[in-house]
């Protein structure tokens, strides 16, 4: 990580869940850090997630969707992370124009941007597990055919692979990370539009039920935060990675079902129900879902170090000491 040392690095959707972790970690090694975000409510930003380093980065209150002042960030940094995004299924499928707007035509834009004025940056986009659809096997890995089952996926896509073009074709070093189930402090827990688990994390410190859709059978792997970092870091920093899309993933593979009884016990107390898909999310549920990391373990060195359990211990803590920060009683 010491190529990150003095370093300019920008972070899009930089006072997010993912994005704040990264900057703090960034600062960490020795970079200077530059966030962008647009803090738009329905989304994951939060200026608390950077109380910690406030003084430590620069913070631009922006939207990706304008191209002219993004361009003026770009210039003269030396790694861009972009992780702004629209991260709901469900609202892509409710307003589908400005998935596209952010996910596809905005990412269109910034890659435009470099190429004009910062060619010799290097990109590591966050993408999505989703862009799979439901899966013909598993675990799945890079070579599983792609059959988005929602508007975002379809988006994410379209924004990952205008990456791995203008690295192709431009030269713009630039790379891809599917991301699954990632949690840990600083993620959306207001409601589920970032992920389910974030819900269910503040159903238990509200002492309610967790609310688990269908038989509670459904497979998934998770990574906390700070593995998801290391996935990142470790991408911007090795050439190796460039012009690649990389699964991340865990070899803890837990249904729904005791995934909610070990929440449970951590906390020895609270209960969940089972209760009907609502159609909505019944037509986009992917099914049974967990990753082939074997691909970025062999190529970068990276596997998850942080055990479910531990993780969400920390999470349940760190919200048990900071809900006022991220919803209201």
């Not at 002219?68 to 709901?88: P, V």
């Not at 998934?220 to 996935?231: E, G, L």
């Not at 359990?309 to 009683?329: A, M, P, Q, V």
Request: with cysteine.
């Amino acid at each position: 990580m010491t190529k990150y040392k003095s370093k300019k690095v920008l972070i899009t959707g930089g006072l997010g869940f993912i994005g704040s972790n990264l900057a703090r970690a960034l600062i960490f090694h020795g970079a200077e850090v530059t966030l962008v975000d647009s803090l738009s409510p329905q989304y994951g930003g939060n200026i608390f997630n950077v109380e910690d380093i406030r003084d430590s980065v620069t913070v631009y209150i922006s939207d990706v969707r304008d191209s002219s002042a993004i361009s003026g960030f770009l210039e003269g940094q030396d790694y861009l992370f972009n992780l702004a995004g629209q991260t709901s299924h469900l609202d892509s499928m409710m307003d589908p124009q400005t998935d596209l707007d952010i996910n596809a035509n905005a990412q269109l834009s910034i890659l435009e941007a470099c190429r004009r004025v910062n060619p010799n940056i290097k990109i590591v986009f966050a993408s999505t597990r989703q862009i799979y659809g439901k899966p013909d096997y598993l675990p799945v890995n890079e070579n599983h055919p792609i059959r988005p089952v929602d508007v975002n996926g379809i988006n994410k896509l379209a924004g990952e692979w205008y990456h791995i073009l203008y690295n192709n074709v431009y030269g713009i070093r630039s790379c891809a990370l599917r991301l699954t189930n990632t949690y840990g402090p600083g993620m959306r827990v207001k409601d589920s539009r970032q992920t389910f688990l974030g819900i269910w994390v503040r159903s238990i410190i509200e002492n309610k039920p967790i609310k688990i859709f269908g038989d509670g059978l459904q497979l998934r792997d998770f990574n906390y935060v700070d593995d998801c970092i290391q996935a990142f870091l470790m991408a911007g920093a090795s050439d190796i990675a460039n012009g690649k899309v990389y699964n991340l993933g865990s070899s803890e593979v837990i249904n729904l079902k005791d995934l909610a009884e070990l929440m449970l016990n951590i906390e020895t107390s609270g209960k969940y129900e089972l209760i009907p898909f609502p159609p909505e999310r019944k037509v986009i549920d992917i099914g049974d879902y967990y990753s082939d990391f074997n691909l970025i373990k062999n190529e970068l060195g990276w596997e998850p170090k942080i055990s479910l359990k531990i993780g969400l211990k920390k999470t349940l803590e760190f919200y048990k000491n900071n809900h006022r920060h991220y919803w209201s009683d």
